[in-house]
């Protein structure tokens, strides 16, 4: 899997966030994109994720060498981020449940096993609104981690973590792109905190854009 932005730009009313944004990004490493509040990450992510239109230049994601339809697009990623909301009137089985009728888990793994994973097996019938925003924030890391999508992306994984769910991201996270994970995936992160990403040997700064 491979993302390829050319000449990549993105302007809000008349302020250009970046500009110029040329990268191959490939499955199988990380990268992180790093810069002050406001520099224009989650920005950036959101456009890699298909998920907001450029306003100049070009994204291509391929497999394999070939083109994959922007339609396609979402198939191939998984996205946590502070501002994507879970469904919140669900409990988290019925979440699980709901979630992998769209994007399946990785093989082998239930929803019952996901629940495991995420540590909070003792909180599968609760809804959603009553989690903890740290517990929320593992759903939403788990539903990237365990999903089959050749993209992860992870912006400001750890915010509301305390440090056990920050140990609990690190061993996950390095999974990823780690020997073990037989179908490698392209890990994006965006980022503010080194101890989030002292693993990830590509790191990007959307500064260079501006
Ligand atoms: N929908 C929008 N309309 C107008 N401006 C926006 C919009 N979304 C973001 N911006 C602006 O784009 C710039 C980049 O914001 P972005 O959230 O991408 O930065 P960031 O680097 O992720 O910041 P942080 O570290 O605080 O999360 C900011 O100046 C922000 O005000």
Redesign the pocket.
Known sequence: MVIRAEQLGKK??KEW?FRRVDLTLTAGTSYTFV?P???????LLQLLAGNLPATEGKLIYSRQDKVIDPDDWFRQVSIAAPYLELVEELSLDELLTFHQTFKPFKAGLTPELVAERLMLTHARHKEIKYFSSGMKQRVKLGLAFFSESPVVILDEPTSNLDRQGAAWYKEQVLQLTGPANHSPQLLLI?S?QPDEYDFCPNILDVMQWK
């Open positions: 809000y009313r966030i810069g509040n406001g520099s224009g990450k989650s920005t965006g503010n």
